[in-house]
Structure formats: structure tokens, C-alpha cells
């Protein structure tokens, strides 16, 4: 709107020098995308600078973000008002709304970007959507207050966990069917395949615990364990995992432990606990994955780790209480 | 009336068949097989004479499935996670009539062996049920209570208390108001023997935390303007009255267990001061507003089920079902024996709502757990509060702690 009176007033030449300006700003940089639960706002940072780019007005309790795989759009899940809002990357404007039926909580998308998979945390539910036309494909009834959803590379497999009926449930993308159904520790959070696509790792938010599951047999090989000089284990609650390029290195959020553990994802064996902002909830890489983002719930920040350093290098301010963190190139 | 018990044979299957649960158990959907194991759980509760119109305020409900429903609310979750692992629950609820023989109805329930019981019972009813010789080996799982003797000289082995002890909700407050520096209290209790307990509990409080009841009254009121259209107008003279105390104070505390009197005192004291205690700033387990923690969730899901609010008595109901599906379902106990153990093991942890799991303290099965300290429409704050400390859980710095309990299991 105020663009455009510009251009009635200083003419079109004006106009696009600006637009051009501000792009170059932007080029060049990644950006963040951090879903803001309580503030309905998505936080956009520049990825080198981590200054606010702008804060861009979302439906009601953002918290599920991902980037589409061609970074066109970022998708944002607004569970009290039972839609997704498609964020353009280009002009940080909501362009469109669709709906997944009620309380989505987290998503996630097909390898080749024409499904999405939603959580219908309220329902028990997991919504295939039509990303094209936002059409329903299909329901799939999973347990209770489903969550963190994964999907394997060859877009075979949806895993989705319930937090509490403490599953990991398996769905075939081809019938649709549940092909198995994993217990695992107490309130499951997310679900993430290693790279090489060997193994799935679930953390257990209240157990304490992340499992790790070999995705042919559907059993838990390993149950990684934390123990933190000085923090009571009652408050050790897994949530995000993010795996090195190479898979050799895995990152836990620790929620109210307020650390983010580095494992071996080889070994099992926890090497270093990071120290970051309180409550850390979702993590994710840097585009070029040299930097690890956290989103620390109860102090409304974002800590920036240094991965090669395995070091916390600073923290930076978003919205309250931030849930999710998405990253375009 | 009777419940159906599964059949001892088909216990023994389900340990087999559910032999090595705990490392990892996988199996394809059978929504609907029917080789569904099933496990029966009974649900034993009396019909109090209940009189509305004691309630103060009009806003108060007495809705007649309070506590039920939680429980069916949580057979509904089980039987959800149960059709993906072929288990199938049932609750059997048994309802004696006020003034009822609970022995009599207990004594039929257990008649062919130890079973589950969820209690929906007064304190003395628990006691009646827990001391049967046919209760020996039962789990009883307490969704009502919070009476520290119980939990104290009269704590039994085969029951469970799920909801907060009087003295874990006095902590609960009481570290709240050290925190804020507001140590000088100013005690004023009911008429009952409740009260007595209560009052105490925030002596001990006091005397745990560093804060000093610096006056104290008895005050016994007569409940005659109740609900009459003058009702404020005495109020407003009679509470100022009953409030007057030379010493200078910071909160009232009051324990008034009954309702008597304790709602009338918040804007109505004598000097300007917040009201804490049984009414006013209260301690639970849950309240209808409480939503962190995703328990927003688990209100959402109640509302859906129950059309009201989710009371602190409906998360006891809630929490005895998840509690038996987690020995079921995660540890393959069927025994009401073997699950006495498991619950007191370090295996055990039920997930609340409150970012931690649960666990069980093994000197008087009590179970663990953050209090909410809530006004009517709002979750205050959550105790422990941030620096009160505790070797083994933080939650342990409520209530009585092993070094100091009466309880004394018969081994």
C-alpha cells in the first residue's frame, strides 16, 4: 500500500530503485523463520547479522514451520485456527491459508513438495493434504495428541508420534495404512530419520529418554539416556534433534535442562551438554549447516551454536515463546 | 453391579505374551481384532449426600459425574493406544448409595482374588476398603483424598494416593510466599477437624520455611445469611470482625476445608492484605484454567468428552487409569501385586501435564508431583519454587519427606 502511493508520487524509476535496494539488503544472507506460539507472529532474522527483518502476523498459535523444498514458501501451523499459512519467502507476506482440520501442530512435506502431512493434535489425527490445489487426500487415525512428524527419504514412510499414547506410529504413504505402531518412552516430541535413512530417533519429552528405532524391524535398538551434573533428571525433556550432514554428529534440545546435548550418533555416547536459553524447543542447521538454532521457549530468544566449536556464540531476541525455527538459503 | 474380572488364565497369557514389552513391542494395526487382550479395571465410589445449596457461590457445580468422568475420559486414551497393541480396557464402576456398606460391596469385588480398584472414597471409606483381609493383595489407587494421615500413621501398602497431602499443599504455598517475602501470616481456622489438620500443616510450613504465623483465630461461622439477599451486607460487617488482629500481618491464611467461610474473605479483611489458604490463592493438583505445559490439550480433550471443566478430583480419576495402563501396556504387569511393585520401582512414571513425570514416593506411596497455586480463573505459579532444593527430586521439598514420615509399611 504505501509503495504504491510512492509511485504515484515519485514515479515508477523511484519505485523499482527502492524494490531493487531492498532486495540486494536481502540477497545473499539466509533468513530465519521462528514461530512465536503465544505472540501469533512468525520473527524473520537475517542469518548473519540476526537482526529482525520483519515480523510477519500468522492465524492463532503458530508453532510447526517448515520451508517448502524449492525455499519458495515457508508453512506455518496455526493450531486454534485449524489452518496452515503459506508464507511467501520473497515479499514475507502470508499468501494463502488452507486448512487442515482441527488443532495442527506440527507438518511436514513430501520429498518432492505436492504433500503435506499435518498433526491434528486434537483429533488424533495426521491430514494428507494436496499442496497444489489444498485439498484432502486422505485422514489416518494415530494415537492421542499426535506431534512430531518425519518423513523417509523415498517418501514411502510418514512416521508420526503420539505424545500420549507414547508411539511411534508408521504409515505406509501408498495404502495409507498404519504398519506398525513403536512404544516408546513417555510423551514422544519428534521423530527424525538419519541421514542414511537407517535409523528413526524419537525423543521422549517426560522419559527422558531419545530411542532410537531401526525403521525395517520397527524395534528400538538403542534408549539414549542424559545425565547432567547438577540438573535432576525430572528435568531433563528431550525434544528437537538435528544430525550432522555426515550423520556422525546428533543435537537433543533438553527443554527445561536448558542444554542441548551433542551425541555421537555412532556410539550413543553423549559428548558435551551446550548450555542456551531456558527451555529450549525445536532446533535446526544453518543452510550451509556450519551454525545450530535453538529456540528457547521461556526466554523468548534464539541461541546461535557454533558447530565446528561446538559453542553457544550468542542469543537473540524473538518473539514469546518461540516453538520452531525454519531456514531458507 | 459386579464387575467382570479377566479370567486368571488369560492374566498368565498376557505376561507371556508381553515378555520383553519394555525394551520394544511393534505390531502391525488391529483396530477391532479380536485378539485383543482385556483388562478390567473397577472403579468403586460412594453417593455422598450432597447438599448444593452449601456451595457459596452460584458459580460452584456439583456435576454428578465429578471424578467419573476423568476416569472414563482416560479409558477412552487406553483403549485408543491399546487397539495399536491388541489391549482392550474396562472400567467397571461401582456406585454405593450414601451411607452405603462399601466393606459389604468391596467384599463381593474381591471375592474371586486381588483386583484393581480405583477409590473414589471419603478417607474413612478408604481406610474400611484398604483394611479388608481381602484388599491384602489389591492396588488401590486413592483419586480423592488429601488427608495427611493417610499418608501418614495410617498409611497402608496396597494403597496409592495420586492427589496432593494437606501438608504438600501448605509447602506448596508456603514457598511461594517466601519467595515473595511475605513471611508474617496471620492463621485463621474453621471449626472442623480438617481444619485442625490444615492449620498444622501451615505451623510446620511456617517453621520449614522460615515464616511466622504471627496471629491466630478460631473462627466458627454461622451459615445462616447464606444465598439471602442480605447475604453481602452481613458478610461486610461480620468478616472485618472475625479479621481484626493487632499483630501486623502479610496474607491471611486461612483453613477452612468445609467452604464455610473462606470465600467470603477476599476484599472483606479487616486490613488490606491477599487471602491464601483452602480459598482464596489455592494449592491443587489441577484446575479447569491450568494450560501449560500442554495441558491445555488435556483440557480441550475433557471439555470435548465431559461438556465442563476438568476438576482436580477428574485428573485423580484421569491419572489411576493412565497409571494402570502404563503397568499394563509399558510393563506387562498384570497382578495387581506385581504392579504394587512396579509403581514403587524406579521403572514407573506416569506423564501429568506438569513437564516432568510422576513417580511415586516409596515411604508412603504418595505420588510426586509440581502443585498449582491457582486464583479462580488463573495458574499463579507452580510449586516447588525456584531455589527450594531436595538431594533427590525438587517436588520431594513438598509435604513430608522420608526423614519425617509416621508412615510405617508393615513389611
Known amino acids: 500500500m504505501p509503495l504504491r502511493a510512492m509511485m504515484g508520487r515519485c514515479g515508477a524509476a523511484l519505485a523499482c530503485a527502492i524494490i531493487l535496494c531492498s532486495f540486494a539488503v536481502r540477497a545473499g544472507a539466509s533468513e530465519l523463520f521462528v514461530s512465536n506460539e503465544v505472540d501469533d507472529t512468525v520473527t524473520v532474522l537475517n542469518g548473519e547479522t540476526y537482526k529482525i527483518i520483519a515480523t510477519i502476523p500468522t492465524d492463532q498459535r503458530p508453532r510447526g514451520i517448515i520451508a517448502t523444498p524449492d525455499d519458495k514458501a515457508v508453512l506455518v501451523c496455526d493450531g486454534d485456527s485449524s489452518n496452515i499459512d503459506v508464507i511467501d519467502t520473497r515479499t514475507l507476506k502470508v499468501v494463502r491459508r488452507i486448512d487442515t482440520g482441527p488443532d495442527p501442530e506440527t507438518l511436514a512435506m513430501s520429498p518432492s513438495g505436492d504433500k503435506i502431512y499435518v498433526s491434528n493434535e486434537n483429533n488424533a489425527l495426521v491430514t494428507v493434504i494436496n499442496y497444489a490445489t489444498g485439498k484432502w487426500i486422505t485422514q489416518i487415525p494415530v494415537g492421542i495428541e499426535p506431534e512430531g512428524l518425519a518423513v523417509s527419504k523415498n517418501g514411502r514412510t510418514v512416521v508420526v508420534v503420539s505424545e500420549t499414547t507414547s508411539m511411534a506410529h508408521f504409515i505406509d504413504t501408498k495404502t495409507w495404512q498404519l504398519v506398525a505402531n513403536v512404544l516408546v518412552d513417555t510423551r514422544p516430541r519428534i521423530a527424525i530419520y538419519t541421514p542414511d535413512q537407517r535409523y528413526l530417533w524419537v525423543s521422549s519429552e517426560v522419559g527422558g529418554t531419545v530411542s532410537v528405532i531401526d525403521p525395517r524391524s520397527h524395534r528400538i535398538v538403542h534408549v539414549i539416556d542424559f545425565h547432567i551434573p547438577g540438573v535432576d533428571k525430572e528435568y531433563i525433556g528431550p525434544v528437537g534433534i538435528r544430525f550432522t550432514a555426515d550423520g556422525n554428529l546428533a543435537f537433543v534440545s533438553l527443554g527445561r535442562a536448558n542444554r542441548v546435548a551433542v551425541i555421537n550418533a555412532r556410539t550413543y555416547e553423549v559428548e558435551k551438554y551446550i548450555l542456551v536459553g531456558q527451555r529450549p524447543w525445536q532446533i535446526t542447521f544453518s543452510a550451509d549447516r556450519s551454525q545450530l538454532y535453538v529456540a528457547n521457549g521461556l526466554t523468548n530468544d534464539v541461541t546461535i551454536i557454533d558447530v565446528a566449536s561446538l559453542k553457544a556464540v550468542k542469543s537473540v531476541p524473538v518473539g514469546r515463546l518461540p516453538w520452531g525455527i525454519a531456514v531458507i538459503p | ?411
Open chain 2, 1 to 411: 453391579m459386579l464387575v467382570r474380572r479377566a479370567a486368571p488364565a488369560l492374566g498368565l497369557l498376557t505376561l507371556v505374551l508381553l515378555a520383553g514389552v519394555s525394551s520394544a513391542f511393534a505390531a502391525p494395526a488391529a483396530p477391532g481384532r479380536s485378539a485383543a487382550r482385556s483388562f478390567a479395571i473397577t472403579l468403586l465410589r460412594e453417593e455422598y449426600h450432597f447438599n448444593p445449596e452449601i456451595l457459596p457461590s452460584l458459580l460452584e457445580t456439583h456435576p454428578a459425574d465429578l471424578g467419573l468422568a476423568g476416569a472414563e475420559e482416560a479409558i477412552y486414551e487406553l483403549n485408543t493406544a491399546g487397539k495399536f497393541i491388541g489391549w482392550h480396557f474396562k472400567l467397571a464402576v461401582v456406585t454405593v448409595p450414601d451411607g452405603g456398606n462399601v466393606a459389604a460391596t468391596a467384599d463381593r469385588l474381591l471375592a474371586h482374588g486381588p483386583t484393581v480398584i480405583i477409590a473414589d472414597l471419603r478417607a474413612d471409606d478408604l481406610l474400611t476398603l484398604a483394611n479388608l483381609p481381602a484388599a491384602k493383595n489389591a492396588l488401590i489407587l486413592d483419586m480423592r483424598t488429601s488427608e495427611d494421615l493417610l499418608r501418614q500413621q495410617d498409611c497402608r501398602t496396597n494403597v496409592f494416593h495420586l492427589l496432593p497431602s494437606q501438608a504438600m499443599r501448605t509447602d506448596a504455598i508456603a514457598q511461594f510466599l517466601v519467595l515473595k517475602r511475605w513471611t508474617r501470616w496471620f492463621l485463621i481456622q474453621g471449626p472442623t477437624p480438617q481444619d485442625a489438620v490444615y492449620a498444622a500443616d501451615v505451623r510446620r510450613s511456617a517453621a520449614r520455611y522460615g515464616a511466622r504465623v504471627v496471629a491466630e483465630k478460631t473462627y466458627n461461622y454461622d451459615a445462616g445469611s447464606r444465598r439471602s439477599d442480605t447475604g453481602y451486607q452481613q458478610i461486610q460487617t461480620q468478616m472485618p470482625l472475625a479479621t481484626e488482629v493487632s499483630a501486623d500481618y502479610d496474607v491471611i491464611f486461612v483453613a477452612d476445608e468445609s467452604d464455610l467461610f473462606g470465600d467470603y474473605l477476599p476484599y472483606n479483611t479487616y486490613a488490606a492484605r491477599p487471602v491464601v489458604g483452602t480459598q482464596g490463592l489455592v494449592a491443587s493438583a489441577w484446575t479447569p484454567a491450568y494450560q501449560e505445559y500442554a495441558a491445555l490439550q488435556m483440557q480441550q480433550r475433557f471439555d470435548l468428552f465431559a461438556h465442563r471443566g476438568m476438576t482436580e478430583r477428574d485428573y485423580g480419576g484421569w491419572l489411576a487409569v493412565r497409571i494402570v495402563g502404563n503397568a499394563v501396556m509399558r510393563a506387562g504387569k498384570t497382578s495387581p501385586l506385581a504392579m504394587r511393585t512396579y509403581l514403587r520401582s524406579s521403572d514407573f512414571l506416569v506423564a501429568g501435564y506438569k513437564g516432568q513425570g510422576l513417580t511415586f514416593r516409596t515411604w508412603d506411596n504418595q505420588l510426586r508431583q509440581p502443585v498449582l497455586l491457582s486464583q479462580p480463573l488463573m495458574t499463579v505459579s507452580i510449586s516447588p519454587q525456584p531455589g527450594f532444593l531436595h538431594p533427590g527430586y525438587t517436588t520431594d521439598t513438598l509435604g513430608f519427606d522420608e526423614p519425617e514420615t509416621q508412615c510405617r509399611f508393615a513389611q
